[in-house]
């Protein structure tokens, strides 16, 4: 069973410009999170979508958005780059939300330099 | 709101020993899980272990095995025997009835 795929694996763009994330998550699953993480703040929660609804929100600005498909793929996107948003983003899916008695599963991230 | 603190920013043990990684964390929440997950250089984050908070019988994996102290919520991970393929991130994470939260990890080296 394939993992969870995220693309691209590294990505380059200059502040102002705007950048979308792509992840597949395991066949099955229904649930996908979304995780920032930097050397400073450590792993912060994004969003949480199920069944194409936003279930869950971090504390992060509106320039942070995100969707989920019909298949369960989802995208998030960040607009109005800044400085301050490099970082490894982490995709993890599971077959369905809640405390944990289905967990997480990571993809390998997508790596997003601001220059 | 959940807190996860993980106070030792940095481990370094031989191989084939066995070394304990501290974890506690505070919530309010009765049903939740504990988990620890390993992020190799590689940076794909690996489910090592999990624990249901209304278990009493502490998790094990192999080599792996958690101390659940519910009481004083502490939630740590012993790893056996370890090997050099246990050099990695580790980071431990509550799960209530919301998201994921995290601790700010333990840099585990095994020197051979």
């Known amino acids: 069973k394939a993992g969870v795929t995220q693309t691209p694996r590294y990505l380059i763009k200059t502040r102002g410009q705007q950048v979308t994330l792509s992840c597949s998550p395991i066949?099955?699953?229904?649930?996908v999170s979304w995780y920032q993480q930097t050397p400073g703040q450590g792993l912060q929660f994004l969003f949480e979508?199920?069944?194409?609804?936003?279930?869950n929100k971090g504390n992060f600005p509106g320039r942070f958005s995100g969707r989920q498909f019909s298949n369960s793929r989802s995208e998030m996107n960040v607009s109005t780059l800044e400085l301050g948003d490099s970082a490894l983003y982490l995709c993890a899916s599971s077959l369905s939300p809640g405390p944990g008695d289905q967990p997480q599963h990571f993809g390998d991230g997508t790596r997003l330099s601001i220059l | 709101a959940q807190t996860v603190t993980q106070s030792q920013p940095e481990m370094s043990v031989q191989e084939a020993e066995t070394v304990t990684l501290s974890c506690t964390y505070d919530t309010s929440e009765s049903n939740y899980y504990l988990f620890w997950y390993k992020q190799p250089p590689s940076r794909q984050m690996i489910l090592v272990i999990r624990q249901e908070a209304y278990k009493q019988q502490n998790a094990t994996e192999n080599r792996f095995s958690v101390n659940f102290q519910k009481a004083a919520k502490s939630f740590s991970l012993k790893i056996s025997d370890s090997q050099l393929g246990d050099t990695a991130m580790y980071f431990c994470?509550?799960?209530?009835?919301?998201?994921?939260?995290f601790g700010q990890g333990t840099r585990l080296t095994i020197n051979p």
């Open positions: 979508y199920f069944s194409e609804t936003q279930r």
């Open positions: 066949s099955g699953h229904r649930s």
């Open positions: 994470a509550f799960q209530g009835a919301q998201k994921l939260v």
